[in-house]
């Protein structure tokens, strides 16, 4: 297998591109990708300050390298979940910091169980609450806490395109029109002085996202967490998968498509765009006089 721009050995073929190319051109064509996805959907300018959210994770890595090496404003924020099943948080936290040691970039770090007292795992045991939808809340929470604090105009993700694809197959099996509504890769702030949420890595995949870690030299997680096993979306990954085999090309087809027709489903969706509310305990944009975040956390006026 040789590479399709300079003939040298191809260390990496991606059939749905009809495509082989070496380590050198595999890296300036993952740049590309980048790059695409930020132009076409407008998500951001070498002006921007962008909050880049890390788990420690080949993915978010991936994306805060690429945006770093393009030369972005970029910084890192890691949510330290307190998961301690094989060392998952501490040695997530490790691998993000020494990323960002090495990078020479800003690292905001925060750590829940310092933070409350507990972990996401020993506090949903305790409010009987599954695991997946206390993190979800508490890290939407602190992503926009810092991303408003600190001033940045975008929380940037690193969501590739078997993410979105599974995202949406899903969505789209139970038509949940609320969600089907809100997957595009880019959302513009809900109103001014917000901040805008983009998915920069929506045209690299996993399998592309690993091989760029690699040829770099960047060290990042390669379990995923524990509380992930058995979650649907790795059932709709795999369903893709099959057809990708079969039909290179098939989930970028599935994704694209649908986003140039998401108009579709604009304003199916019950729920207003913007919370009307503001929480009486944190002050955020709230759908209920107290949000979920600060509801979860048991928090009161006197402890924010
Ligand atoms: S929600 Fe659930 Fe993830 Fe939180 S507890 Fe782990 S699997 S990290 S995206
Ligand atoms: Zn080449
Ligand atoms: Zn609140």
New binding site residues.
């Given amino acids: 297998m040789k590479c399709r721009i300079c003939m040298a050995k191809a260390i990496i073929s991606l059939p749905q591109h009809n495509l082989a190319l070496c380590a050198e051109h595999f890296d300036a064509w993952m740049l590309k990708r980048v790059t695409k996805a930020i132009e076409e959907f407008g998500m951001f300018s070498k002006e921007d300050k962008i909050l880049v959210a890390v788990s420690g994770g080949k993915d978010s890595l991936a994306l805060w390298d690429i945006l770093l090496r393009l030369g972005y404003d970029s910084s890192g924020l890691y949510i330290n979940l307190g998961i301690k099943e094989g060392d998952y948080s501490d040695e997530s936290e490790r691998l993000t910091t020494a990323f960002a040691n090495r990078a020479n970039a800003k690292l905001y770090v925060v750590n829940i169980e310092q933070l409350h007292g507990m972990s996401i795992p020993d506090k949903a045991y305790a409010k009987k609450r599954k695991t997946c939808s206390l993190c979800g809340v508490t890290k939407r929470y602190y992503m926009n806490k810092i991303a408003r604090d600190m001033g940045f105009d975008v929380i940037a993700t690193g969501h590739n395109l078997d993410d979105q694809a599974a995202a949406l197959l899903g969505n789209m099996l139970f038509w949940k029109m609320d969600y089907l509504a809100k997957g595009a890769p880019y959302s513009p702030p809900m109103k001014a002085g917000e901040f805008a949420k983009a998915k920069p890595m929506v045209y690299c995949t996993e399998k592309e996202d690993t091989v760029y870690c690699l040829l770099r030299g960047i060290a990042y997680i390669e379990r995923e967490c524990p509380y992930s096993k058995g979650a649907t979306s790795l059932r709709w990954k795999r369903a893709l998968f099959e057809m990708e085999e079969s039909s290179p090309g098939a989930k970028q087809a599935f994704y694209f498509g649908y986003v140039k027709n998401i108009d579709l489903f604009a304003g199916k969706d019950e729920k207003e765009d913007v919370p009307p509310l503001t929480?009486r305990?944190?002050g955020?944009p709230?759908w209920n006089e107290?949000?979920s975040?600060?509801s979860t956390w048991d928090?009161h006026v006197d402890e924010i």
């Fill in positions: 929480c305990v944190c955020t709230s107290v949000c975040f600060c928090l």
